[in-house]
């Protein structure tokens, strides 16, 4: 198995994301520009798994200056065939640790029920860092449909750490 490094992304990887997300079910296609602006404005807190300077997974996430103990998993995605076992999960725990060490209390995610790939992310990386898993409403259907298109409602999984994780500094 070949080498594969995890870092912030910066603009040049910018090109690679938003091919990943075209390419992947599920995802909320976004503009080119928004990758761009993950990758600049959002670069700290997001990351990618690079093998021979190709990216071949993802993770775009923030910590909201309203809400600094909160470190939110956006998208993730890698490429299909990728041959790196827990490449996703390994990914979104190198993130999450790094945040862990700036001070984030807890990681959330919106999702979609049916969701079985990022509902077992969230389930293994609660495990992994012995949090505790809850779950509620953040976005009726309602809202988030229009007359021309129907979306699911989003559910917000937030994995609570505990506090001795979570005040440690790595």
């Known amino acids: 198995m070949k080498h594969v490094r995890f870092q912030s992304p910066d603009l040049s990887h910018a090109k690679a994301i938003t091919s990943l997300v075209q390419g992947t079910t599920r995802l909320d296609k976004n503009s080119s ?3 761009a602006l ?20 993802f993770l775009t996430a923030f910590r909201s200056p309203e809400r600094p103990e909160s470190y939110f998993l956006w998208q993730t995605a890698a490429k299909p065939r990728h041959g790196v076992q827990a490449l996703g999960i390994d990914l979104v725990e190198f993130a999450v640790k790094r945040e862990i060490s700036r001070g984030a209390r807890y990681v959330e995610a919106s999702v ?16 992994r860092l012995s949090g505790h898993l809850s779950e509620e409403l953040l976005y009726s259907s309602e809202l988030l449909s229009s007359s021309d298109t129907e979306h699911h409602d989003e559910t917000l999984m937030r994995i609570s750490l505990p506090f001795d994780t979570a005040v440690q500094r790595t």
């Open 33 to 35: 520009y928004t990758y």
């Open 38 to 57: 993950w990758c600049t404005h959002f670069s700290s807190q997001s990351a990618v798994a690079v093998r021979d300077e190709e990216v071949i997974a």
């Open 112 to 127: 979609d029920k049916e969701n079985k790939p990022i509902r077992l992310v969230m389930k293994t990386l609660c495990k």
